[in-house]
């Protein structure tokens, strides 16, 4: 499995020490020469060159504005333009960017050498090799990327129009729309369901059918449209457009609507194939601040070729407290610690170890037979390390950490004294299993589940009134609750929401709307979870366009973040636009039809059978598609292309599937994931120990995606339960999981704590159960975006990142948990504060320091020992009655470091 | 601060969410010596997109249908006139600055206000912040003060930034009744002193990381915060800075009876007490543009509050000398349809629109850009929403290009498609 992310630098190595190949030497070697000969590659050596430089970086000549009128493609690789670019007559200055005349005096050296004035200053000197690279390259004839003869549909298609039609189109009709039209029909924004932004989306139409018919002006809904003919089609509706302007739009149609070829990178297949990155050394020991280490990069062509790259390649640290790399790939030791050296060169990206010990202590330990591998995995990465880890943490704070972390639930005052009580050596153990079976397990992880597939009810359309939001998400939880807590399989979990329909195959429109009419119908509404399929997950309109779906799906399923490829290629990752624009095509059919308002909702909500949406999986045409570089997969017309991605998804090697699912759940017990941050499984981004990410993956396949498996191996290890009170070598690890780093509990969680550190006894149960008003619950959805929830970062669901659930401390919340209505609502109101007011009112007896423990055993979860017994004691003592006092005991403890930590 | 610093101070550095080291701090603090390094704000949205052309730019020679029903008054600016209804204003027009001709295409309230209220055009993978809380962020309170405050609820909130950037949420105040400040107002009986015995409570039994406070970031942050947030609840100057009843009879007039009136009176009074971000932005139900239906009678009630609430709020900082270290900035989501309706209103537009600047380094008594005769377009030069915030940041002295990372490491510009208007600060 690792061999995606490891294999650059592990099973190639081997390959590399068999039959060394002849390398060529570096370029700052070969150019270092004013006469030499060598010509040099516009992929191989300018555009990496100029990326090195710093040239095509966002704040210069990569910005989308360029800058003084020169613009590079972000981060290269659109060869073509970078090209056209460099060899076009600058606008603003006197000259020629490149003179074949008098190379020496191309603007691209004078301004680069700082010899006439530039913005970016002087980026290397006259005379070094930078410098007689490019100028060999001016003298050699400046050529760019050679065209080669390669058949792609994308080609075929953009061929279709004729210059002329382009340039029409981009000085007449784009001009047009962007004024007239894309105010309701662009961005955003579907009146009538129809968007004017892609051919494609003209051609798709909106609840009206198609927009326009290519060829037949007569026959477009469009120019009938801006021709105010009928009262009923009047577009835009306002002003009628200039007749000059309705005259071009019919020009255009009769044309066939020629459209501006998408700037997809055509470079991308023309370009010469890097196949790895190889280098030396593969990994760096360091053993004192101060030491340093080259690093050489070799890059390994598809037509064979190596070359020594290391003064072409970019190079990043991933943590400047452990090491920093300069510009010639010389590191140096820092800290302490381990991390990467990142190096980037075309479209390769090699990640380098970089471990420097805490101490010299690296003795191993024994370790018994039957040891968890998790713990195995995780002790032999700190004996590298020099680190030795925590103890195990005391029995209350395993209950407390292990009740947040597998059900989002604090424990319960008389479950905390049994288990103290409990004698029992595997009692761990067994309330692990007790809790994996409770059903706020099923609504943690539900909520989760939701987090990570975007479950959010203002995801259905701004104009939808959040009610008819709050339907679809509630049911979205619901299904995915379902499965969780009778544990189903993950592949077969989300099969269910990839694959789903909306409409059975032999169901008719009436039996559809009489269905889910039903399920949201106030007198006894069938059960949506029911259903096989959920497919509320394409049918938001946050995802309507194919390019958000491909990046959502990328993000839930995968754990991978591709929108920078969407406009440039991925600065930390292999992905190239045309990689997005592939991906993006597996989801171009997949369309909503339909929308759902609240009249026709509350209609059904009444009991009526009104009509929804649904969702329409086209027929398209044959295609063959890059699968995000696992290689090409053909789609034959009629068949559904998420069936392809689920069987690939489901494929043991997949690099991602399982990975990602697994990183997830190991994020959500310990401060990160193995790959963290969590959505980022990306070359420049390795995990921290990929042998634990390896084995813990492995082990879930095994287990048929037994998704119970995989939290039961984790709670159980010695490595979960470690205290997180550091020892003399663990104090700095943050990484490697040597000791717990105590976590503030998130949001939802927080809520129902404090709810139920303050209920009434006999309530307890009921607050804990009763999922319906749980914050991890269905109030989950309720409550997105409500004060309290945002305070403490619970996240809207509204982009494609995990880094949306906050769990930083802020001042906010230390001032809602001090003063706000909320909490001091939940104080001024306990049912257990009211309790001991009647008891005291009655004359009972209440034993102050059974007060206590009771406090201690609601909000941290412990027994309070002697010296906090007399503080709290003293306390009631110091005030007017002993409701005030409980009341300032609990309002304190709400507000302890104790209680708002996971620890 | 030459003296060291207690425990305390230091925990004090920095409010709402600062992400400043000490020696960041006292950096930015010795900038400068003698002089205000930082500039505060007030940002005002009129919810619901006001018509532009019947406040701050009449067509009087467009068709009936067109120009509507109010006539334009002379301002004290020679060549620059404005809505009869605005007489007050129409007598500082030599204060701010009119921006005319500003245009985009997001005319429908959600997107546009979000266009708006942050200077970038919404997007599916990027959530930007609010104004405020860049200024959060950017120039933090050293004291027991909130550093930004939102009247009433912030719609965006702080995006990329983090969520501890966002505002303390005060709501607007109503008068002759007690201002409320969400998490900061003691209620129900709660006073300074009964607060004050909980806090030294709190801080005798919250032993579980004693000695180890610094063990990482959470168990640091948590102390810090509840530190500050105890000082801020506590604080006799926050409760002050929000108390409207501590003004004169004659400030209160000044500004108006009016919410609006009085929300503005709120921000000069926080403003002063050195809050550093105000934003206003009442709730539709009570401060409504969106006059879709009566346009012209809406406005008549509209108006008069906003002419005489801003003309307060102008004169107010002059008189305490603090309009030049005030960037204003007042707008709403798009303009309005030129043409009325069936109904008497006029329907979202924003292809033109208008917003005003004021204090700082802007050039008061000035009309920058135009829309062309109908209201309908700008004629010559246009103005995007991400022009406006550049020119606000610009002002605030924040480098519209300024970088920042996103969770996911993507640097991302404050405003990338906007440049500062220069007319705005020329002389």
Not at chain 1, 463 to 476: A, F, I, K, N, P
Not at chain 2, 366 to 389: F, H, I, M, R, T
Request: charged share 25%; aromatic share 8%.
């Amino acid at each position: 499995m690792m061999k995606y992310l490891l294999g650059l630098m592990m099973s190639v190595a081997s390959v590399v020490a068999a039959a060394p190949p002849p390398v060529v030497p570096s370029a700052n070697r070969r150019f270092q020469d004013r006469e030499t000969r060598v010509v040099p590659d516009f992929q191989r050596h300018v555009v990496p060159l100029l990326g090195r430089l710093g040239c095509n970086s966002a704040k210069c000549h990569g910005s989308f504005q360029g800058q003084a009128d020169f613009r590079l493609s972000l981060f290269g690789f659109d060869f073509a333009a970078d090209h056209a670019a460099l060899v076009a007559e600058a606008t603003t200055e006197e000259g020629m960017r490149i003179s074949a005349d008098a190379p020496e005096q191309s603007l691209i050296l004078l301004k680069a050498t700082a010899q006439i004035d530039h913005e970016g200053g002087q980026r290397f000197k006259p005379g070094s090799w930078e410098h007689h690279l490019l100028l060999r390259w001016i003298e050699s004839g400046a050529k760019g990327v050679e065209a080669q003869a390669v058949a792609s549909t994308e080609v075929v298609q953009q061929t279709q129009f004729s210059p002329q039609g382009i340039r029409f189109f981009e000085q007449k009709i784009e001009p047009l729309f962007e004024k007239n039209c894309y105010e309701c029909h662009g961005f955003n924004n579907r009146k009538g369901n129809l968007q004017l932004k892609t051919r494609e989306l003209l051609l798709a139409g909106g609840d009206s059918g198609p927009a326009i018919t290519p060829g037949d002006p007569e026959g477009s809904l469009l120019v009938q449209a801006v021709r105010h003919r009928s009262p009923d089609l009047r577009m835009p509706p306002q002003r009628k457009l200039a007749d000059g302007q309705i005259a071009d739009l019919e020009a255009w149609v009769r044309m066939g609507a020629p459209w501006r070829s998408r700037p997809v990178a055509s470079a991308a297949i023309e370009a010469k194939v890097l196949v790895q990155l190889h280098c030396e050394p593969q990994e760096i020991l360091f053993s004192a601040a101060g030491d340093s280490r080259a690093i050489r990069v070799v890059a390994q062509w598809e037509d064979g070729r190596h070359e020594d790259v290391t003064c072409l390649t970019r190079f990043r640290s991933n943590d400047d407290a452990v090491v920093t790399i300069d510009a010639k790939g010389l590191a140096h030791a820092v800290g302490p610690g381990d991390t990467h050296i990142v190096a980037f060169y075309d479209n390769g990206v090699l990640a380098i170890p970089v471990l420097r010990p805490y101490s010299k202590n690296q003795s191993v330990v024994s370790l018994p037979e039957n040891v968890n591998p998790v713990d195995r995995l995780v002790l032999g990465k700190l004996s590298k390390l020099g680190l030795r880890p925590s103890a195990l943490c005391d029995d209350a704070e395993f209950l407390r950490r292990v009740s947040i972390d597998v059900t989002g639930t604090l424990p319960a005052p008389d479950e905390v004294t049994a288990f103290l009580m409990d004698d029992a050596a595997d009692k761990r153990e067994r309330k692990i299993n007790e809790l994996l079976n409770r059903p706020a397990y099923a609504a943690w992880w539900t909520n989760k589940l939701c987090d990570f597939t975007g479950c959010s009810p203002s995801a259905f359309g701004e104009q939808t009134v959040l009610e008819v939001g709050h339907g679809y998400s509630t049911q979205w939880y619901d299904w995915i609750h379902r499965r969780v807590a009778s544990n189903m399989p993950y592949d077969q979990l989300v099969a269910g929401i990839v694959l789903a329909q909306s409409r059975g195959p032999d169901q008719s429109r009436e039996d559809y709307a009489t269905e889910m009419s039903s399920y949201v119908r106030q007198e006894s509404p069938a059960d949506f979870s029911l259903r096989k399929t959920m497919p509320h997950y394409w049918t938001r309109a946050t995802v309507s366009e194919a390019k958000d779906k491909a990046l959502a799906f990328a993000h839930s399923f995968l754990g991978i973040q591709l929108q920078c490829a969407e406009c440039h290629k991925h600065p930390f990752d292999k992905w190239t636009q045309s990689d997005f624009s592939d991906f993006t095509r597996f989801f171009e059919d997949l369309t909503a039809r339909g929308r759902m308002g609240f009249p026709a909702f509350a209609a059904a909500q009444r009991g009526k059978i009104v009509n929804w949406p649904e969702l329409s999986v086209g027929k398209g045409a044959d295609k063959t598609l890059g699968l995000l570089r696992s290689g090409q997969v053909t789609i034959a017309a009629g068949e559904d292309p998420r069936a392809v991605l689920m069987k690939w998804m489901r494929e043991q090697d997949n690099p991602w599937f399982a990975r990602a699912f697994v990183n997830r759940v190991w994020a959500g017990y310990f401060h990160v994931g193995i790959v963290e941050p969590p959505d980022q499984f990306t070359p420049a981004n390795p995990p921290s120990n990929p042998q634990l990410l390896d084995w813990l993956t492995r082990g879930f396949l095994d287990s048929a995606y037994d998704m119970k498996w995989l939290h039961r191996q984790i709670t159980r290890s010695a490595t979960y339960q470690r205290s997180w009170k550091p020892n003399a070598t663990n104090r700095q690890d943050r990484r490697n999981f040597s000791r717990a780093i105590p976590r503030r509990i998130p949001a939802e969680v927080i809520y129902d704590a404090m709810k139920q550190a303050t209920a009434a006894t006999e309530q307890l149960d009921a607050v804990r159960a009763n999922l319906k008003r749980r914050a991890s619950g269905h109030l989950s959805m309720r409550m997105a975006g409500t004060h309290a929830m945002k305070v403490f970062g619970k996240p809207a669901r509204a982009i494609n990142c995990d880094c949306e659930r906050v769990n930083e401390p802020t001042l906010l919340q230390a001032i809602f948990v001090q003063n706000d209505p909320l909490v001091r609502m939940r104080l001024a109101d306990s049912g257990w504060i009211i309790q001991i007011e009647e008891a005291v009112a009655a004359g009972r007896a209440v034993g102050e320091k059974e007060l206590v423990k009771q406090v201690w055993l609601r909000t941290v979860n412990r027994l309070p020992d002697e010296d906090e017994i007399a503080r709290a004691v003293k306390h009631l003592a110091s005030v007017d009655s002993i409701v005030e006092g409980v009341t300032d005991l609990m309002w304190a403890m709400l507000n302890t470091k104790e209680f708002l930590l996971n620890h | 601060m030459g003296s060291p610093l207690t425990r305390r101070q230091w925990l004090s550095v920095g409010a709402l969410g600062a992400g400043l080291t000490l020696s960041q701090y006292l950096r930015l603090q010795a900038a400068a010596p003698g002089k205000p390094v930082l500039r505060s704000a007030i940002f005002i949205f009129l919810e619901g997109g006001p018509s532009h052309q019947d406040t701050f730019d009449l067509k009087p020679d467009a068709p009936a249908a067109v120009r509507g029903e109010f006539n334009p008054i002379r301002t004290n600016v020679s060549g620059v006139q404005i809505c009869e209804h605005l007489p007050m204003l129409a007598q500082r027009a030599d204060k701010y600055a009119i921006l005319r001709g500003v245009s985009h295409n997001l005319a429908d309230h959600g997107i546009g206000k979000k266009y708006l209220l942050t200077g970038n055009k919404p997007s599916q993978t990027v959530s930007y912040p609010e104004y405020g809380s860049i200024v959060s962020r950017q120039f933090p309170s050293a004291a027991d003060l909130p550093t930004y405050v939102s009247i009433d609820e912030s719609f965006v909130g702080p995006g990329y930034l983090g969520s501890q950037y966002s505002p303390l949420t005060a709501e607007k105040p109503r008068h002759g009744f007690p201002y409320k400040v969400r998490g900061v107002s003691l209620e129900e009986g709660l006073t300074v002193a009964k607060f004050t015995r909980q806090k030294k409570l709190l801080d005798d039994l919250d032993v579980a990381f004693r000695g180890f406070d610094d063990l990482d970031d959470q168990v640091r942050g948590l102390d810090r915060f509840s530190e500050q947030a105890y000082d801020i609840i506590s604080s006799r100057r926050t409760r002050l800075a929000f108390d409207l009843s501590q003004e004169k009879r004659s400030e209160i007039d000044r500004f108006g009876k009016h919410e609006f009136g009085q929300t503005l009176l709120l921000a000069a009074r926080l403003i002063e007490a050195g809050v550093h971000f105000v934003t206003v932005r009442l709730r539709p139900a009570e401060f409504d543009f969106d006059t879709h239906a009566e346009n012209f009678p809406k406005l008549r009630t509209l108006l008069p509050p906003l002419d005489r609430g801003f003309a307060g709020l102008l004169d107010r900082l002059q008189d305490r000398g603090r309009l030049d270290s005030t960037a204003i900035f007042m707008t709403g989501e798009f303009g309005r349809t030129p043409t009325v309706n069936g109904g008497g209103g006029r329907d979202h537009w924003a292809r033109a629109m208008c917003a005003l600047m004021a204090g700082g380094a802007i050039q008061g008594g000035q009309v920058v850009g135009e829309s062309d005769s109908q209201a309908a377009e700008p004629a010559g030069q246009a103005y995007s929403p991400d022009d406006l915030a550049a020119s606000f940041f610009h002002n605030l002295g924040i480098d519209p290009r300024t970088e920042f990372q996103t969770n996911v490491g993507r640097p991302i510009m404050l405003v990338r498609d906007g440049t500062p208007i220069a007319p705005l600060f020329s002389v």
